[in-house]
């Protein structure tokens, strides 16, 4: 019985696990697939372990500047499946200059030695005619991946325009495999979207809030000319920290002011942004603020507003980090806030490790990692067997704990919801639309009217139980 039970497990998890469109993955289908051809596994990795260009890192997911930005030396830009297969002789300094004013979070070196990545600097230069960050990379954390993979992360609050990696001893000759700038990645995509109208273009496709977080430049959500207060708002499935904001617009051919509010939630606005509409709009909100809403808006009455993808690049806000900000930061973590992949942006005890750990006696010799300013290396800690064994002894008690009637539950909820939704759907049959919207409570309509958390969680649990077997096909009773 206990192994029918295993089976019942397994078909509840094969059913929680969608089958994404083709080009996404993920929990929620909201990752794109940025691997070479476009070929990427379920986890997302890439089958040929290489990115598409301009994209890098833990399943393709951020952006690399470097590649739209002009170099001192070509092979700068240099990407390999396997790291390190071709290298080239770098001479100081090394500039990037960017081609227009961007966003960074720091870079990956990779060098062909561990010392040729010793004693680099990083200085960021001012360009003419442009309003950007001059000075040091400000907090400066470097991070070994390997021994041949430098991280540098800088806290740079505003554009940076052209960055110059310079070294201390000009005369050794250094050999680098690649240099990529990280600029951030996208948290808007395929995130709940609410519009105070649609409409349907000339395919028959109906331009909703969907169209603006969909990755592609060319489907755009737009509401309809006659509408009194345009309005797209935007719902992260979880709080997040955002670093930029932009927004690509069609402009009408009339001048239009665009407004830009960011929430907490519902009750509390945390900022506003103003401007004139342009093709692209690039926003830098104030750092450290949770965000869970973003609220979109054009400031004249009986406009159309036309939205070709709405992008949001940040990390998962603290502690959480991961694909779906489901994961948790080490506790060694300075403000528990961290990396993509799990790494501590900044460390309480200023250690240089990826988790800020020192290593247990007993690692593995690739964990043990030293940098150049200090003893710490990696972290590597090794779980005791006696704790392993406890941890598998509570597992298999849980286990034979849950019983079918917990499964019962589980099938009877997605009953209900059936249910509930069926009975909505029905209550809501098409009917011409009134434009009651008025500018004073529209805001306060879309926001009522957004789905809640409680309502996301449904929607997603009808999506992955949909084919899930109905409670005739369970046992009446479970026996061990």
Same mark, same amino acid.
């Given at each position: 019985?206990?192994?029918? /039970? ?18 996404? /993955? ?12 476009? $070929? ?6 890439? =089958? ?11 399943? &393709? ?20 499946? +396997? ?29 062909? !030695? $561990? ?7 990083? +200085? ?7 309003? &950007? ?35 201390? $001893? ?54 309809? #000319? ?37 929430? !907490?939630?519902?009750? #509390? ?25 973003? $609220? ?24 959480? /980090? ?29 250690? =240089? ?13 690739? #964990? =043990? ?42 099938? !009877? ?40 958390? @409680? ?12 084919? /899930?077997?109905?409670? @005739? ?8």
């Amino acid at each position: 019985m206990f192994v029918s /039970f295993l089976l019942v497990v397994i078909v509840v998890c094969h059913h929680a696990l969608p089958e994404c469109p083709v080009g996404w /993955f993920g929990s929620l289908c909201n990752k794109i697939c940025r691997c070479e051809n476009l $070929e990427c596994e379920t986890d997302g990795e890439c =089958k040929t372990k290489r990115c598409l260009p301009g994209f890098f890192g833990k399943q &393709c997911q951020y952006v690399d500047s470097i590649m739209s930005a002009e170099v001192s030396q070509e092979e700068l830009k240099s990407r390999n499946a +396997t790291k390190c297969q071709t290298s080239f002789i770098a001479l100081s300094p090394l500039v990037i200059k960017f081609n227009s004013e961007t966003r960074i979070s720091g870079i990956q070196i990779e060098g062909f !030695a $561990e010392e040729d990545l010793l004693g680099l600097a990083l +200085t960021f230069v001012q360009t003419p005619n442009k309003s &950007c960050y001059k000075g040091p990379c400000q907090r400066r954390r470097d991070i070994y991946l390997d021994p041949n993979t430098l991280v540098i992360n800088c806290d740079i609050g505003n554009y940076v325009c052209q960055l110059n990696i310079t070294f201390e $001893e000009t005369k050794i000759e250094r050999r680098l495999c690649a240099v990529y700038v990280r600029g951030g990645r996208n948290l808007a995509l395929k995130q709940v979207t609410t519009m105070s109208t649609s409409t349907v273009n000339e395919t028959g496709m109906v331009s909703d809030g969907s169209l603006a977080v969909d990755g592609r430049l060319d489907e755009c959500a737009a509401t309809r #000319d006659d509408d009194p207060y345009p309005t797209l708002i935007l719902h992260f499935y979880s709080s997040v920290v955002l670093s930029e904001i932009v927004i690509y617009f069609r402009p009408s051919k009339e001048s239009q002011i665009f407004l830009l509010q960011l929430h !907490a939630d519902e009750n #509390d606005t945390i900022m506003e942004y103003r401007g004139e509409v342009h093709p692209r709009v690039s926003l830098v909100p104030t750092p450290d603020r949770f965000i869970r809403i973003l $609220e979109l808006s054009l400031q004249h009455a009986n406009a159309q507003m036309t939205v070709c993808e709405l992008e949001a690049y940040g990390e998962c806000a603290p502690p959480m /980090f991961g694909p779906d900000c489901t994961d948790i930061c080490s506790l060694e973590c300075k403000n528990y806030t961290c990396s993509y992949e799990g790494y501590c942006r900044y460390c309480k005890n200023q250690t =240089k490790a990826l988790h800020c750990v020192d290593c247990l006696k007993g690692c593995g010799a690739r #964990d =043990k990692i030293k940098t150049e300013t200090t003893d710490y290396v990696i972290s590597g800690l090794r779980v005791s067997p006696v704790l392993s064994y406890i941890m598998i002894i509570i597992f298999i008690c849980v286990l034979i704990m849950a019983t079918t009637d917990g499964v019962r539950g589980f099938l !009877a909820r997605k009953n209900t919801l059936v249910q509930k939704y069926t009975k909505e759907v029905e209550k809501k049959k098409p009917a011409k639309r009134r434009n009651t919207w008025t500018k004073k409570d529209s805001i306060r309509r879309l926001t009522f009217q957004a789905p809640s958390t @409680e309502q996301i969680g449904d929607f997603l649990l009808l999506q992955s139980i949909n084919s /899930f077997p109905s409670t @005739e096909s369970l046992p009446s009773e479970t026996s061990i």
